[in-house]
């Protein structure tokens, strides 16, 4: 498929957003959905931070940041589409789809809707939204992608398996 790539960020950026309306239209912050008892709960949270509420109310500073980032991995994708990585290209895909997200939210209304919350045990894990997930699988699929394609390229080394025994 043509540009799956920016298949990937369009259909992770509408569910960002629909998922982020449904949550928003229908619960008050600090309201809490069970969904797996006290491990995983939808609850309505507006952060005008960035991760982890760090850095709060900077919201001109997110929009300038976030949308030369954006730019950033449009420029890099369409210089490096052809090059076959195709793990690569899905992962900035998955990056670029999430952080237009949180984009939009900042830009539209200044703070970023997350809504799923986990607890383990004592540890609340930060509120997040599908746009973080698809950063995060991003990140997560780069790191694999570097770790593939070095492991090809040690492979492909002259000397790498060549040796015969007599």
Do not use: C, H
């Amino acid at each position: 498929m043509r540009y799956y790539y920016f298949w990937v960020a369009l259909v992770l950026l509408l569910l960002d957003q629909i998922t982020k309306k449904i949550v928003s239209g229908g619960m008050e912050v600090g309201d809490q959905i069970s969904v797996i008892g006290e491990f995983f709960k939808i609850q309505l949270y507006k952060n005008n931070g960035a991760a982890f509420s760090m850095l709060p109310n900077q919201r001109l500073f997110f929009i300038i940041v976030t949308t030369a980032v954006v730019i950033g991995i449009i420029w890099y994708i369409l210089r490096n589409r052809n090059t076959g990585r195709a793990l690569q290209m899905v992962a900035l895909g998955s990056i670029l789809g999430g952080a237009i997200g949180n984009l939009v939210d900042r830009a539209l209304y200044g703070e970023v809707v997350d809504f799923f919350k986990l607890t383990f045990g004592n540890y609340i894990f930060p509120i997040f939204n599908i746009a973080d997930i698809g950063i995060s699988i991003g990140a997560i699929l780069i790191l694999l992608d570097m770790i593939l394609e070095e492991r090809n390229q040690g492979a492909k080394a002259p000397g790498n398996g060549d040796m015969q025994l007599n």
